[in-house]
Nanobody, 123 residues
Framework: QVQLVESGGGLVQAGDSLRLSCAAS????????IGWFRQAPGKDREFVAT????????YYADSVKGRFTISKDNAKNTVILQMNSPTPGDTAVYYC????????????????WGQGTQVTVSS
């Protein structure tokens, strides 16, 4: 049974840093690309960042480029989203998702999802 579990969310002030983790089980982690998506109240789920199976290729939404960093540790079955200089606009529930067919910025193309972790950034 595939499980993705996000952690690390919480309340932070704008400009502080936050580190989200996505821990996977029940799958061969190195066979999956992992993405982070987020959904704010009243808005559609949107792409944040994604990383390839090996961890060597990353893509970011323009809104987070230069502030967020995604990394993957296949030995630990974990993906990290380092959030630097967050703003209130980054407030959302953050989800990680796994995809066997490589990276994708389209949420509907992902195979497995975690339950999400709330990130709230105060001004």
């Amino acid at each position: 049974q595939v499980q993705l579990v996000e952690s690390g969310g919480g309340l932070v002030q704008a400009g502080d840093s936050l580190r989200l983790s996505c821990a996977a089980s029940g799958l061969t982690f190195s066979f999956f690309a992992i993405g982070w998506f987020r959904q704010a109240p009243g808005k559609d789920r949107e792409f944040v960042a994604t990383i390839s199976k090996s961890g060597g290729i990353t893509y970011y939404a323009d809104s987070v480029k230069g502030r967020f960093t995604i990394s993957k540790d296949n030995a630990k079955n974990t993906v990290i989203l380092q959030m630097n200089s967050p703003t209130p606009g980054d407030t959302a529930v953050y989800y990680c998702a796994a995809r066997t067919r490589g990276t994708s910025e389209r949420s509907y193309e992902n195979d497995y999802w975690g339950q999400g972790t709330q990130v709230t950034v105060s001004s």
